[in-house]
């Protein structure tokens, strides 16, 4: 059966909306790439009363799409399929096709009604209701930045900078936070922004960054961090499509190239108690014991924590001296060199800024670890150590595993976060990923071709 709200809903939207022909059902898989089906405008409200089925193997799925049989969801019980349900004001058009074409994302759940253990966005939810429970409301943004490129590759087969739609010359370098550059761009981030307005994606400011061809786009902060993430799965989408409408390619990865920064995605995260006060403020301070329990939490968990913030090999190639990306366990006040930042600013908006997960990250996986180790510090009282005051690279801090084996490792062998993800969960997301690192150092590179062939 439609619930009210659902049927209002849709109701609502084909009455807006009666030149639709299709509409793409997508779910969120563990790397948060979106997956599904396209149907017709016939079968939108049989999905809202009776969902739409799909197989449980979207969640044992690497990046290549390929099933881990390993994890148990595939051929050995059949392959299923779960049930999906639309996500409450997702149903948008998708003005970037070239026919009528509207999107909804969808969540997985049992045939009993009870959320599927695997999807990421029913973990999130549970550490939302766990934190709901000691009468804690997060507030919460993301922020995230991406490359644009060049379509074309050069002739070496390398990536490019993109040319400029103004100068009509390759981009090499870019002055961050450069209004010139974003004047640049102006026509395809301007489309961004409206194909967010239409989605109801509350995308606030675009930034250059400080490579060729890099920006960040921030989200306005949200009380609802379970929404907050499908924006950000909106938002990634949103540009990835609109770039390649006009021409560029973009990308999310979180080093595409070796000599210029990568790309991360910085969440911003405070707490409102049941009367909506900052229960991280102090009237006198930059921050209160409140938030030290939370940072505790946070930097105990963040070792098991880096294989979901850091998810790839790939990802581990940010971290670089030089390239404000923390390396260690640490902390500070406005300190863009630390793995948690407390930005400055009215006590009302006091806030920890978290500045390791990489762009390629889940958003939903992003936001529970760090929503799970906030919880775990402050029930458990965890005080952290001293904050760094100056540049954190000269700190000796205890060192993250900054590499996807060491990762694998700490998480492996943890209970605490563990018991937050749920051990089904972290079974198979520990599985996919495992298996994915060992297909990748299958592979001989062409650089150790060209070192080893002829000096070996």
């Known amino acids: ?23 793409d059902v997508l779910i969120s898989d563990l790397v948060g790439f979106a997956r599904g089906k396209r149907i ?38 059949g392959e299923p399929d779960m049930v999906c349900k639309p996500i409450a004001n997702t149903l948008h058009m998708a003005s970037w096709h070239d026919r009528p074409v509207a999107q909804v994302l969808m969540s997985m759940f049992n045939h009993d009604g009870t959320p599927f253990f695997a999807d990421p966005r029913n973990i999130l939810s549970n550490v939302v209701r766990q934190l709901a429970d000691i009468n804690l409301f997060p507030v919460v943004a993301v922020e995230l ?11 070496n087969g390398n990536l490019q900078a993109p040319i400029s739609p103004k100068t009509g010359k390759r981009d090499e370098h870019t002055q961050v936070y450069s209004v010139d550059t974003i004047n640049d761009y102006s026509a395809l981030l301007d489309d961004i922004n409206r194909v967010c307005i239409e989605q109801n994606v ?26 907050a993430c499908d924006n950000a799965i909106l938002l990634k989408r949103i540009i990835k499509t609109v770039a390649d409408k006009h021409n560029f390619d973009a990308t999310f990865m979180a080093k595409p190239y070796s000599n210029e920064a990568g790309s991360g995605m910085h969440v911003h995260a405070s707490l409102l108690d049941e009367c909506g006060n ?18 505790g939490g946070m930097l105990e968990l963040m070792p098991a ?10 990802s581990y190639r940010r971290f670089m001296p030089g390239y404000y990306v923390a390396m260690a366990k640490n902390w500070g006040v406005d300190n863009r060199t630390v793995a948690l930042r407390l930005p400055r600013g009215h006590k009302n908006a006091t806030r920890i ?28 009282k965890i005080k952290p150590i001293a904050p760094t005051v100056g540049n954190a690279f000269d700190d000796d801090c205890e060192a993250l595993p900054l590499k996807l084996d060491r990762a694998l490792a700490a998480l492996e062998t943890d209970q605490i976060l563990t018991s937050y993800l749920g051990e089904a969960f972290t079974k198979n997301y520990h ?6 690192l060992e297909q990748f150092d299958m592979n001989i590179s062409e650089l150790e071709v060209k070192w080893y062939l002829s000096n070996s």
Do not use: W
């Open 1 to 23: 059966m439609i619930k009210v709200g659902q049927a209002t809903e849709v109701e609502n939207f084909l009455s807006n909306h009666p030149e639709v022909e299709a509409i």
């Open 40 to 77: 017709e405008k016939s079968s939108l409200e049989k999905i809202y009363s009776s969902g739409l089925n799909m197989p449980a193997t979207i969640f044992s799925m690497n990046v290549l799409g390929e099933t881990i049989e390993e994890c148990g969801l595939g051929q050995d019980i």
């Open 145 to 155: 930045e991406f490359y644009l490129l060049d379509k074309n590759k050069d002739s």
């Open 202 to 227: 509350p995308a606030d400011t675009a930034v250059a960054e400080c490579a060729p061809g890099q920006f960040e786009i921030n989200l306005k902060h949200e009380a609802d961090p379970i929404a």
């Open 278 to 295: 900052n229960v991280f403020a102090d009237d006198y301070h930059d921050y209160n014991e409140t938030l030290e329990y939370a940072i």
């Open 305 to 314: 924590s880096m294989p979901l913030l850091c998810p790839n090999v790939n």
């Open 353 to 380: 800024e978290h500045r390791v997960s990489g762009a390629d990250a889940n958003p939903y996986l992003v936001m529970t670890v760090i929503l799970a180790s906030i919880h775990y510090g402050i029930t458990n």
């Open 431 to 436: 599985l996919v990923k495992q298996k994915e």
